[in-house]
């Protein structure tokens, strides 16, 4: 894990899942928090090296690669932690995500591990999108759904720290279908992010980049393709084809192996997501048909 410094008070530590650092004198924020112990110990043992405070801490959101070590943080430091608000219901209720990704039952114990439940952490501060100040620490908020309910990314000194608002391209081609909720509202947070002027910013998984704004199109291009292969399939079934269809065919078409539940349940929402985008765009129409969800081309819309 590197530690790299991007102006007189920002850093991010870049590894798997970015962490991000902004130093005020005796107070010191971490934008997120890795995803376990052993990860947020890296970071913790370099701050100390280096003499740089703990005091602070930013949850973009509840997903558990970005706030599985804050435990260890609130544990260890007292720190003041800030998240949006409906993210904090997980943050401090994790066994959340598996309840969801598993259709609300029960999740079974597979379910529930390290990737996609974290610690409870305990949320001091709830943000919503707009201007903030804790401390000497000013940021705006700007919440950017589409990947989580209510994510956010942050502006402060001039740095976006920008959550998984966006992909690397390396991540898009790696996860080839990427992990979304919402495709419509995807696009929309790019577009939100793609008009934020400040100095750079750091992606949740990536590296930093002053000019993001190519890369944030690349994430809109990427999408709109999966959205227009999607589209392509079901029109070429116009008696409809199921929900376990689509899933199945997606999953076969780009290559995507899913040999477990977690992943098989992480994918099935990422193409649920696509096909929601499609819904909202009016392309698609949706029904049950004998017990099955199905989806059908939307004849006669543009
Ligand atoms: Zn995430």
């Given at each position: 894990?590197?530690?790299?410094?991007?102006?007189?008070?920002?850093?991010?530590?870049?590894?798997?899942?970015?962490?991000?650092?902004v130093?005020?004198?005796?107070?010191?924020?971490?934008?997120d928090?890795?995803?376990?112990k052993?990860?947020?110990?890296?970071?913790i043992?370099?701050?100390?090296?280096?003499?740089?405070?703990?005091?602070?801490?930013?949850?973009?959101?509840?997903?558990?690669?970005?706030?599985?070590?804050?435990?260890?943080?609130?544990?260890?430091f007292?720190?003041?932690?800030?998240?949006?608000?409906?993210?904090?219901?997980?943050?401090e209720n994790p066994?959340?995500?598996?309840?969801?990704?598993?259709?609300?039952?029960?999740?079974?114990?597979?379910?529930?591990?390290?990737?996609?439940?974290?610690?409870?952490?305990?949320?001091?501060e709830?943000?919503d999108?707009?201007?903030?100040?804790?401390?000497?620490?000013?940021?705006?908020?700007?919440i950017?759904?589409?990947?989580?309910?209510?994510?956010?990314?942050?502006v402060?000194?001039?740095?976006?720290?920008?959550?998984?608002?966006?992909?690397?391209?390396?991540?898009?081609?790696?996860?080839?279908?990427?992990?979304?909720?919402?495709?419509?509202?995807?696009?929309?947070?790019?577009?939100?992010?793609s008009?934020?002027?400040?100095?750079?910013?750091?992606?949740?998984?990536?590296?930093?980049?002053?000019?993001?704004?190519?890369?944030?199109?690349?994430?809109?291009?990427?999408?709109?393709?999966?959205?227009?292969d999607?589209?392509?399939?079901?029109?070429?079934?116009?008696?409809?084809?199921?929900?376990?269809?689509?899933?199945?065919?997606?999953?076969?078409?780009?290559?995507?192996?899913?040999?477990?539940?977690?992943?098989?349940?992480?994918?099935?929402?990422?193409?649920?997501?696509?096909?929601?985008?499609l819904?909202?765009?009016?392309?698609?129409?949706?029904?049950?048909?004998?017990?099955?969800?199905?989806?059908?081309?939307?004849e006669?819309?543009?």
């Open positions: 894990m590197q530690f790299k410094k991007l102006n007189d008070t920002c850093y991010y530590f870049e590894g798997a899942v970015n962490i991000g650092y130093h005020h004198g005796e107070e010191g924020l971490l934008i928090a890795g995803i376990d052993s990860s947020i110990k890296k970071v043992r370099k701050l100390k090296e280096e003499e740089l405070p703990i005091t602070h801490l930013f949850v973009t959101h509840a997903h558990a690669d970005h706030y599985g070590g804050a435990y260890v943080l609130q544990k260890d007292n720190v003041k932690t800030i998240a949006p608000r409906f993210e904090k219901a997980i943050l066994m959340l995500e598996p309840l969801y990704l598993f259709g609300g039952n029960d999740p079974l114990d597979e379910l529930r591990n390290k990737f996609l439940e974290g610690t409870p952490i305990q949320v001091h709830v943000v999108q707009g201007q903030y100040t804790f401390d000497s620490f000013q940021m705006s908020v700007f950017l759904p589409g990947h989580s309910y209510f994510q956010a990314g942050i402060i000194d001039n740095i976006f720290y920008a959550a998984d608002a966006y992909f690397s391209e390396e991540q898009l081609n790696k996860h080839k279908i990427p992990y979304i909720t919402d495709a419509q509202m995807t696009i929309e947070s790019l577009q939100k992010a008009e934020i002027t400040c100095q750079g910013a750091v992606p949740g998984h990536g590296m930093y980049e002053e000019h993001f704004q190519p890369t944030i199109q690349k994430n809109v291009e990427y999408h709109e393709k999966v959205l227009t999607l589209e392509i399939f079901i029109s070429n079934n116009p008696d409809g084809v199921t929900h376990e269809q689509t899933v199945a065919y997606m999953c076969e078409t780009y290559g995507v192996n899913t040999p477990q539940l977690s992943q098989f349940l992480l994918y099935r929402t990422a193409v649920t997501a696509y096909l929601i985008g819904v909202k765009r009016k392309k698609l129409k949706t029904d049950i048909q004998r017990s099955c969800w199905v989806f059908y081309i939307n006669g819309e543009g």
